[in-house]
């Protein structure tokens, strides 16, 4: 007796997307924990008139929210046949 409403092509795509999704939710917090690690040289940073980890934390810390939206999007994304 078949699957009624099985689409082993479906289901592949759908734990493709999962797979994709959690590995750019991982990259993104690990970017995060980055720039949570070197935010205690930020106010240092500032007092000695560079900017150089503040740039560092701005920069990856957008870039780490982005990859975690982007990875939640993904996961949740359900192909259409």
């Known amino acids: 007796m078949p699957h009624i409403g099985f689409n082993p092509a479906l289901e592949e795509r759908f734990q493709e997307n999962r797979r994709l999704g959690s590995d750019l939710l991982m990259l993104g917090w690990v970017f995060l924990g980055i720039c949570a690690i070197t935010g205690i040289f930020v106010f ?4 000695e008139g560079t900017h150089m980890w503040l ?3 701005g920069f990856f810390g957008i870039v780490g929210l982005a990859l975690v939206a982007i990875g939640t999007i993904i996961r949740r994304r359900v192909p259409h046949e």
């Open 55 to 57: 740039v560092w934390n």
């Open 44 to 47: 240092q940073d500032i007092r």
